[in-house]
């Protein structure tokens, strides 16, 4: 019961990863770059959507009926949903830049790739080249939407600090205020930090699943 859970779970991640993939590559090879500065307004919805039921794969992990890390996984969803919703969907004016359709197209064509090796291994299917790509490919597109994320958080700076966007100054006794700004550029830090440590962690998986051995089980 739990398996087809699972695999319901991930069937609904890929179609939702799917139609935002599709319709970012339909909309630019029909409108050109015109399409770049639209793309949250297009499809920010089904992305936040996804983005939000990807929380319950912390919940899988806690309660046993997934056996990835906790840590990573949690420090990975945490990323995008800081991103897209305290930094992108607060701030309209970044909504428009390039940067978001980047970070957008590094984020689905990982999980297009993940959620399809995900569905068919909860059927003990496994196929080489897919089991190949899925380890593979976020190493190098990992670190890379990492950059993005930072320079998102970078061209946001000067609108949290001309509006004021979560700044709070607390009311007496308290004597200092939270200056959202400094926040996100404390995030910076603990953004590329927590980059080394998921990168190593994605090399071990890779080991754990593409070493010679479990290669030669998989074919066999």
Same mark, same amino acid.
């Not at 799917?18 to 029909?30: A, E, G, L, Q, Y």
């Not at 969907?89 to 297009?112: A, P, R, T």
């Not at 299917?125 to 089991?131: D, E, G, K, R, V």
């Given at each position: 019961?739990?398996?087809?859970?699972?695999?319901?779970?991930?069937?609904?991640?890929?179609?939702?990863?799917?139609?935002?993939?599709?319709?970012?590559?339909?909309?630019?090879?029909?409108?050109?770059?015109?399409? !770049?500065?639209?793309?949250?307004?297009?499809?920010?919805?089904?992305?936040?959507?996804?983005?939000?039921?990807?929380? #319950?794969?912390?919940?899988?992990?806690?309660?046993?009926?997934?056996?990835?890390?906790?840590?990573?996984?949690? *420090?990975?969803?945490?990323?995008?949903?800081?991103?897209?919703?305290?930094?992108? %969907? =607060?701030?309209?004016?970044?909504?428009?830049? $390039?940067?978001?359709?980047?970070?957008?197209? !590094?984020?689905?064509?990982?999980?297009?790739?993940? $959620?399809?090796? %995900?569905?068919?291994?909860?059927?003990?299917?496994?196929?080489?080249? *897919?089991?190949?790509?899925?380890?593979?490919?976020?190493?190098?597109?990992?670190?890379?939407?990492?950059?993005?994320?930072?320079?998102?958080?970078?061209?946001?700076?000067?609108?949290?600090?001309?509006?004021?966007?979560?700044?709070?100054? #607390?009311?007496?006794?308290?004597?200092?205020?939270?200056?959202?700004?400094?926040?996100?550029?404390?995030?910076?830090?603990? #953004?590329?930090?927590?980059?080394?440590?998921?990168?190593?962690?994605?090399?071990?998986?890779?080991?754990?699943?593409?070493?010679?051995? %479990?290669?030669? %089980?998989?074919? =066999?």
């Amino acid at each position: 019961t739990m398996n087809m859970y699972l695999f319901v779970y991930d069937l609904m991640q890929f179609c939702g990863h799917s139609w935002i993939f599709t319709n970012m590559i339909i909309r630019f090879m029909t409108f050109g770059k015109d399409s !770049l500065a639209d793309t949250f307004h297009s499809i920010g919805f089904v992305m936040r959507l996804c983005q939000l039921l990807s929380v #319950l794969e912390i919940l899988h992990i806690l309660i046993g009926i997934d056996k990835s890390r906790l840590l990573p996984r949690f *420090l990975q969803i945490t990323e995008r949903i800081i991103v897209l919703f305290v930094v992108i %969907n =607060s701030q309209e004016e970044v909504q428009g830049k $390039y940067v978001v359709c980047v970070l957008f197209f !590094l984020w689905n064509l990982l999980d297009v790739v993940r $959620y399809t090796y %995900n569905m068919l291994a909860r059927m003990g299917i496994y196929y080489l080249p *897919l089991t190949w790509l899925n380890f593979s490919l976020c190493i190098p597109l990992y670190p890379l939407s990492v950059l993005a994320k930072g320079f998102a958080i970078c061209v946001s700076l000067p609108y949290f600090e001309s509006f004021g966007t979560y700044s709070i100054k #607390l009311p007496f006794p308290f004597t200092f205020s939270i200056y959202f700004p400094y926040v996100l550029k404390m995030y910076l830090l603990v #953004l590329f930090a927590g980059m080394c440590f998921i990168i190593r962690n994605l090399f071990s998986e890779r080991m754990a699943h593409l070493g010679t051995g %479990n290669i030669k %089980n998989k074919r =066999s």
